[in-house]
């Protein structure tokens, strides 16, 4: 029941942290609450969410052949997670999150293609694929003495943390929607990548300190 628990409770947090970011999908989102309604913008970040369990499970896929090495090697994973989140965190704080911003005349009037859009922007990023290696190194989210059905558990609890986030902002959103500020992105962007610098720096020292003391 603990190992349950355990891969769970970080598969939650991998879902929301990957969904998290103001790119383009978070925008395209967001407009979409403004002008077309919550559930349009609902279903683009359930396309979006399909597209990182795809891109999870290829990333679990691709590590599961290599799971001693991530055993012997599991603190250097970690301060390699660790800087990728610090590195991911700065980018944040430098990015335009209205660029690639699509104009409301380009807008699907369907569920389906709202789902099809979101899925599509979010796979045409294979980039993701390092940030997603860096969340399950930072996570420790692939383990030795995990069975099949932990995974099972864990990939679910990453698709249902995608679809909280993406149910929350645009909840939030529809209801501040004749107060919401655009240029509010930005502290939004700030925020986000001030919490995964905040944790990009903790996994690095605690990883650089236990590394050195096994080394000594």
Aim: with cysteine; charged share 10%.
């Amino acid at each position: 029941m603990g190992s349950f628990l355990y891969i769970i409770i970080r598969g939650l947090a991998i879902g929301v942290l990957i969904s998290a970011p103001m790119g383009p999908i978070g925008m395209l989102c967001i407009q979409r609450t403004l002008n077309k309604g919550r559930w349009p913008a609902f279903f683009t970040g359930v396309g979006a969410a399909l597209s990182d369990i795809i891109y999870c499970l290829l990333t679990g896929l691709c590590m599961s052949f290599i799971t001693d090495f991530i055993q012997t090697n599991q603190l250097i994973l970690q301060i390699l997670g660790s800087v990728v989140l610090g590195v991911f965190a700065v980018l944040l704080f430098r990015q335009n999150p209205a660029r690639g911003l699509s104009t409301p005349s380009d807008l699907p009037n369907t569920y389906w293609k709202d789902f099809g859009s979101g899925f599509l922007l979010t796979f045409s990023n294979p980039l993701i694929l390092f940030f997603i290696i860096g969340l399950f190194a930072r996570f420790n989210f692939l383990l030795p003495e995990f069975r099949y059905y932990h995974y099972i558990a864990g990939y679910t609890a990453i698709f249902g943390g995608a679809l909280l986030w993406w149910y929350s902002i645009t909840y939030f959103v529809n209801k501040v929607r004749t107060h919401f500020n655009v240029r509010s992105l930005w502290l939004i962007n700030r925020i986000i990548g001030g919490v995964l610098l905040l944790m990009g720096i903790v996994g690095l020292v605690m990883g650089v300190k236990d590394y050195i003391l096994i080394s000594e």
